[in-house]
RNA sequence: GGCGGCAUGGCCAAGUGGUAAGGCAAAGGACUGCAAAUCCUUCACUCAUCGGUUCAAAUCCGAUUGCCGCCUCCA
């Protein structure tokens, strides 16, 4: 099956055909480095490393350009706040980020270029803007002259009438335009400054990613994607810079993932009701949290809760349960033949890859992938004893596999399971000795059928969320 | 005011013309001394409302209502 995508540019789902066939450049933006990433962040982050690991996985050798945007107004602003050098704080929060998302278990992109070191490209691109009239000089700003490109709000499907109409705009004397922005900005004394053409400054929000994307991925390529809050005017601002100044499509397919909802409402530092990355790991884990990121589709809404995040826990666990089940049963050495094997379990392990992909090549739809993958799990479940160890050893590749795509399930199973019970001990009214002390004590009084005092005990520890599991190797616990 | 999106069972969430995936929760059963886990069964004659197109619509079209987003920095 065909991946097929939705393309923000025409609206519509489209054929992924890669410019270069086997080839993929995908340009993401990154984030500007002023302060802690929030889940927003993480959603926007953990999307599009599942595109580029799904498309990998397809065979498709792909170029992955994310930046960091490491000059501008906000850094600046935070820099005078705190008092420090603005790349102090900019090269603490790429650190910071970085840390982030290796906890989300990102893999890397193949390039992560910063702004600040790509200044000369940057200033020759809005020569050649100038050069070719879609830019002027204002003083010591370069603006972009909106209206000199057709195509401008082609993205966002707007027109220049009805923006100013409803525009918050503050006229600007400097612009010819109001909707013209800035390409780049001539530094005020004191601020972070590099020479240009137009005298010391710094460039503006939307060239670097024109400027960096042609670097590393060429005049045209194939996956640009970002946040839907991009879209305007930032990836606008981008189309208008890049096909100016090229004369060619800027990109092929415009991808844009959906937000992260705090209470149904949007979720953003400039409403306050933000979490950060960091808050959040505190309480839940991380694969949790990517877990949950990725249990709905990734241009729909998901509203961030800790209903949803507990949800998103006790489905990973499932998962993993199924999958130290398996564990321990190839550990035991028990047996059947293969032709014993039920044939409904055959054919969803067999299958299981075909309905995988294809989920996943239907605009990445990792809600529905997901649903198959707990098919899998429940069949799993419940011809874990008496299946042939090849099926199961099989049944284990198969969701590595699929796993993988998605970024979860890369831990041992037994190990992440105790991590999770871990985590819940670690907020315990009972110590762990306490416990065992009373588990002993059950054994006794049960040893002698004394049922009464076993149930007491199993009542006292259920009354502080601990429930006790009786087996034929002995008693353990768990965090209810 | 302009533009765009969304409305699916108690909750989360797939499904974009062929007769409603999956998860959580809940109920019954199997298993267990009792539990837990797991498995089995049940749980939307219906997809905001009203019209229309079609042999056939949650899916297409129109209208209505509600929610949300963008138009200003934002993933």
Known sequence: MPLRVYNTL???????????????????CGVTVYDHCHIGHARANVVFDMIYRHLRSKGLEVTYVRNYTDIDDKIINRANRDGVPYNEISERFIKEFDNDMARLMLQLPTFQPKATEHIPEII?????????GFAYQSGSDVFYRVDRFEGYLKLSKRNLEDMQAGARIDVDE???HPMDFALWKGA????????SPWGQGRPGWHIECSAMSTKFLGETLDIHGGGKDLIFPHHENEIAQSEAASGKPFVKYWLHNGFVNINSEKMSKSLGNFFTIKEILESYDAEVLRFFLLSAHYRSPIDFSDQNLKEAELGLERIYKALAGIDER????????ADADNAEFVEKVAGFAGRFGDAMDDDFNTALALGHLFDLVRVINRELPTASTGLLEQAKAEVAKMAAVLGICDSVPAAFLQRMKDRKTSDMEMSAE???????ERAEARKAKNFKRGDEIRDLLLEKNIVLLDSAQGTTWKVK
């Open 10 to 28: 025409t609206g519509s789902k489209e054929e992924f055909v890669p410019i270069n066939p086997g080839k993929v450049g995908m340009y993401v």
């Open 124 to 132: 020759a691109l809005v020569q050649t803007l100038i050069d070719k």
């Open 174 to 176: 400097r612009k010819e």
């Open 188 to 195: 005020k004394p004191g601020e972070p400054h590099w020479e």
């Open 330 to 337: 190839l550990a035991s050495g028990a047996n059947t033949p």
């Open 434 to 440: 306490e416990i065992e002390a009373l588990i002993a």
